[in-house]
């Protein structure tokens, strides 16, 4: 058995891969956090009001566009924070070369 030798270009495609992993995992967090929210403040309030279902079913329904928005926020910032650093060197052989 060989042990495969580490291949310094493939150093970005490694942050890259994590970078993403830590997204999905954060968009995953984020997503249950506002579906808990939605669902524990829908019971406190339908238990406070006396109307059971109401609450909890219109924040549980409102709770979808915030977590899509919110979502997408997330990934908005974390691919400008990637995108200058990826390209980078690739505009700077590209001046060169000119």
Known sequence: MQIPEKDPSNKNGNTRSLVIAALVG???????????AAVFGGLALDA???SKPWF???LLVA??????????????KVVA????????GKED????NS
């Open 93 to 96: 052989a590209i001046g060169k």
């Open 26 to 36: 954060q968009v995953g967090v984020l997503t249950l956090v506002i579906v808990l």
């Open 63 to 76: 709770s979808i566009p915030v977590s899509i928005l919110s979502m997408i926020y997330l990934v908005k």
């Open 48 to 50: 406070k009001f006396d």
């Open 81 to 88: 924070k990637i995108k200058p650093q990826a390209t980078a």
């Open 56 to 58: 909890t079913i219109g």
